[in-house]
């Protein structure tokens, strides 16, 4: 079975660009999460959608950030426009909505690595 | 605030030994509690989980162990074997609209020595 895919696994890019990255989540997975990951901060959740609407965005650092889900097998992560600070790894991960008996784990992605010089 | 924490930034283990990582948490409203790996240029794989109704769950060479009233859990590996050096990060969640929001550590770096 295919995992998470992300792409692209890596982007270098200049400063005030805009950004764009893909998630294509686990086939039957309803629940799918945008992380990113830095030294100083580790890895922390931006945002998160439930059968593709966006439930808590409360990890989005700034307006410069936004997050779609047109349907269930495709989500982008843009950043416009782009700063050096926000260079980290950014992963996408999904699962299945688990009940209060069952609980389903999150299956990652490879990252992708941004660069933004 | 970290509400969940690895205090071990590494950890360093004979081959074959048993490797011990640990994690400490805040937040009372957490009912789920996982293990994943990191390898290098990888994202995170799943390895272990636990409901706070449990104390203790196997899987193979992993077990989890949790401490509800110390707030605190731990992963055994044992035997320990030099495929395991990775990145283990511990997480912990509370139910949020049928999705469980992680909250991840910081990472423990296990190296396997032969």
């Known amino acids: 079975d295919a995992g998470v895919i992300q792409s692209p696994r890596h982007e270098v890019t200049e400063m005030g660009q805009e950004v764009t990255l893909r998630c294509k989540p686990i086939?039957?997975?309803?629940?799918l999460f945008w992380y990113r990951q830095t030294m100083m901060r580790g890895l922390e959740l931006l945002i998160y959608?439930?059968?593709?609407?966006?439930?808590?965005d409360s990890g989005m650092p700034e307006d410069r950030f936004s997050a779609k889900m047109p349907n269930a097998s495709f989500s982008t992560l843009k950043i416009q426009p782009s700063e050096p600070r926000d260079s980290a790894v950014y992963f996408c991960?999904?699962?299945?909505?688990?009940?209060?008996?069952?609980?389903?784990?999150?299956?990652f992605g490879d990252g992708t690595r941004l660069s933004i010089l | 605030d970290q509400q969940v924490k690895q205090n071990s930034p590494s950890l360093s283990v004979q081959e074959g030994r048993i490797s011990i990582l640990n994690c400490d948490y805040t937040n009372s409203m957490f009912d789920y509690f996982l293990w994943y790996k990191k390898y290098p240029a990888e994202g995170p794989t799943f390895l272990i989980s636990i409901s706070s109704i449990k104390d203790k769950n196997e899987d193979g060479r992993f077990t989890v162990f949790l401490n509800k009233s110390a707030k605190h859990l731990s992963l055994h590996i044992v035997p320990s074997q030099p495929g395991d050096s990775a990145v283990y990060f511990c997480?912990?969640?509370?139910?949020?609209?049928?999705?469980?929001?992680?909250?991840f550590g910081q990472g423990t770096r296990l190296t396997i020595n032969p």
């Open positions: 959608f439930n059968n593709n609407v966006p439930i808590d």
């Open positions: 997480a912990a969640s509370a139910r949020v609209q049928g999705a469980q929001k992680l909250v």
């Open positions: 991960a999904s699962s299945r909505i688990g009940s209060r008996r069952s609980n389903q784990p999150q299956h």
């Open positions: 086939s039957g997975h309803n629940s």
